[in-house]
């Protein structure tokens, strides 16, 4: 089955500093990489998404880049508010849209 | 509000008790997934039913049984409940169709066994 694993675990940034994320997975098959920002008492809420036919997606101030090759994607954060901490999650998924998570980067932007 | 909503947000119960968790969407997504986080925030889906049918079945102990009346909802219940259950449970659904598959969960359940 698929195994993703996220780096790294805890991440403090100044604000208006750039955050970076990265995961890594294991089938070669997946081919929806969806991330997800989980805030205390709530649900993850998905905030970007990238398919394999595509190496980068931009929205703003948060991007994602896929390296199929080398089987990793990252999310990228700049300029980051007070309101980016949070905890986020990255997934793989490849068949019947089963998600396979990541451990979660819990991100702390410092005033 | 276009939403997934789930009742309740918080159940505490002991163990050995029998509970249920329901779950609506009005996304008019044709897929609902259950998912379990547990106290290390680690995320692993458990459940989906596309149109009312199961497709995704992990291995999950046959005391959880989801139920899926109509696209819109669907329900976990677990029987005999066992202290490793207490977990926080999300509800999600989606298109099952892989170019708009994107996943939208619900706020999710608290379940504390005692």
């Known amino acids: 089955g698929e195994n993703v694993e996220q780096h790294p675990s805890t991440l403090s940034v100044q604000e208006g500093d750039s955050a970076v994320i990265k995961c890594t997975y294991s089938?070669?098959?997946?081919?929806?990489f969806p991330w997800y920002k989980q805030e205390l008492g709530k649900g993850p809420q998905l905030i970007i998404d990238?398919?394999?036919?595509?190496g980068e997606k931009k929205d703003q101030r948060i991007a994602v880049t896929l390296n199929k090759t080398a089987k990793h994607f990252s999310l990228h954060i700049t300029e980051t508010q007070p309101e980016d901490s949070a905890v986020y999650f990255c997934?793989?998924?490849?068949?019947?849209?089963?998600?396979?998570f990541g451990g979660g980067t819990r991100v702390l932007v410092k005033p | 509000d276009t939403a997934v909503s789930q009742t309740p947000k918080y159940l505490v119960t002991q163990m050995g008790n029998d509970k249920s968790i329901k779950c609506e969407q009005n996304?008019?997504?044709?897929?609902m997934y259950w998912y379990k986080q547990d106290s290390k925030k680690f995320l692993k889906i458990m459940f989906s039913?596309?149109?009312?049918?199961?497709?995704i079945n992990e291995t999950v102990p046959n005391r959880f049984s989801p139920k899926s009346p109509d696209k819109a909802h669907l329900n976990l219940h677990i029987n005999s409940l066992e202290l490793g259950d207490s977990a926080v449970y999300f509800c999600?659904?989606?298109?099952?169709?892989?170019?708009?598959?994107?996943?939208?969960f619900g706020p999710g359940t608290r379940l504390t066994v005692t």
């Open positions: 996304l008019g997504h044709d897929t």
């Open positions: 089938d070669s098959a997946s081919n929806y």
């Open positions: 997934a793989a998924s490849w068949y019947g849209n089963k998600l396979t």
């Open positions: 039913y596309n149109n009312k049918e199961l497709i």
């Open positions: 990238i398919r394999s036919n595509v």
């Open positions: 999600a659904s989606s298109h099952l169709e892989e170019s708009r598959n994107e996943q939208y």
